[in-house]
C-alpha cells in the first residue's frame, strides 16, 4: 500500500505501479484528483478507482463516475464502508482464482497461510510466503523482480537489493528438488 498527498505524487506512482486499486481524493493539491482519474483512464490500466469528495451531490458522484472511477463514495463515510468497497474493487481486477493455489505439486492455501510440496508441509517466513504466492498467482508467466519488490515488500525497499534474489533462493532451497522455480535471464522468475 502506498500514500501520497498531492496529485503531481500519484501521477509519479501510478507511472511506475501497477495497483489493483486507486483510493482518490477529488479534492487533491498540485494535480486534481479528477486529472488522476483521466490519466489511469488514458493508459488503460486494469487499475479500479474509487473516488472520494467531500461534496455528496448526485451531480458530482455522476461527474466522478464519467471520469472513469468505478465507484464513488461521499465523505464522511464510515471506514468500514470504504474497507468493503475497496475489496470489492480489488475482487474485479483480476479473474477468480480458486482459494487454495496448487502448480508443480505446490498447494498453497492463502487463508490458511499453509504450504504443501507432495503432500509436505513447508514453513516459510512471511516474505517467502508472499513471493511464492504471487509466482504462484502468475499461472505459469515470468514475473520480474521488480513486481515481486512490489507485490510482496513495501514501498521502502531498496530497488538495487538483492533481497528478491536471497529469497528465491531460500524458496528454492525450501521447496526442495526438483526445482519448481525457474529463472528467466533477464525477464524474472516462474513456476
Known amino acids: 500500500m502506498d500514500v501520497v498527498y498531492d496529485g503531481a505524487a500519484a501521477l509519479e506512482r501510478v507511472d511506475v505501479n501497477d495497483y489493483d486499486v486507486v483510493v482518490l481524493d477529488r479534492d487533491l493539491p498540485l494535480v486534481h484528483g479528477d486529472d488522476v482519474c483521466r490519466r489511469i483512464v488514458d493508459l488503460g490500466l486494469p487499475t479500479r478507482v474509487l473516488m472520494l469528495t467531500a461534496s455528496g451531490d448526485i451531480s458530482d458522484r455522476v461527474e466522478g463516475l ?6 464513488y463514495l461521499p465523505k464522511p463515510f464510515a471506514f468500514a464502508e470504504l474497507t468493503a468497497r ?15 493455489l496448487e502448480r508443480a505439486g505446490i498447494k498453497l492455501d492463502p487463508n490458511r497461510r499453509e504450504v504443501f510440496r ?8 512471511p516474505k517467502e510466503f508472499a513471493v511464492l504466492e504471487v509466482l504462484m498467482r502468475g499461472e505459469g508467466t515470468v514475473v520480474s523482480a521488480e513486481q515481486l519488490l ?3 515488500w513495501d ?10 534474489r536471497v529469497t528465491v533462493m531460500t524458496l528454492r532451497r525450501k521447496l526442495g528438488e526438483p526445482a519448481v522455480i525457474h529463472t528467466v535471464p533477464g525477464a524474472g522468475y516462474r513456476i
Do not use: H
Open 86 to 100: 475497496v475489496r470489492a474493487l480489488g475482487r474485479r481486477t483480476t479473474s477468480p482464482l480458486p482459494p487454495v
Open 66 to 71: 464519467e471520469l472513469g472511477a468505478d465507484d
Open 155 to 164: 514501498e521502502n525497499t531498496d530497488p538495487f537489493t538483492n533481497v528478491v
Open 118 to 125: 507432495n503432500g509436505a508441509e513447508i514453513q516459510l517466513a
Open 150 to 152: 512490489e507485490k510482496a
